[in-house]
């Protein structure tokens, strides 16, 4: 699954990979989950506020939500 991601491959300063609550029986679940995973990060990123732009670790959680995003468009477009 593309939203498992090792946290230490993009030096992450904690743990962005708890999310208990995280279901994978829909595509829909795993946008909202990665759009989640992302907003909280920008929150608790004391990098992304102090210079109000994306840090590597946001860039990529954004990604990863683009990612959920396109496989929804394919999964509802076909
Ligand atoms: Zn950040």
Redesign the pocket.
């Known amino acids: 699954m593309g939203l498992v991601v090792s946290a230490g491959q993009v030096g992450a300063p904690f743990d962005v990979m708890s999310f208990p609550e995280m279901s994978m029986s829909a595509v829909s679940d795993a946008l909202e989950a990665a759009r989640i995973q992302y907003e909280q ?2 929150r608790a ?1 004391r ?2 506020r102090a210079d109000s732009a ?2 590597a ?2 860039k990529h959680l954004w990604r990863l939500f683009n990612k959920a995003r396109q496989n929804q468009l394919r999964s509802n477009g076909a």
């Open positions: 990060h920008t990123c990098q992304c994306p840090c670790v946001a």
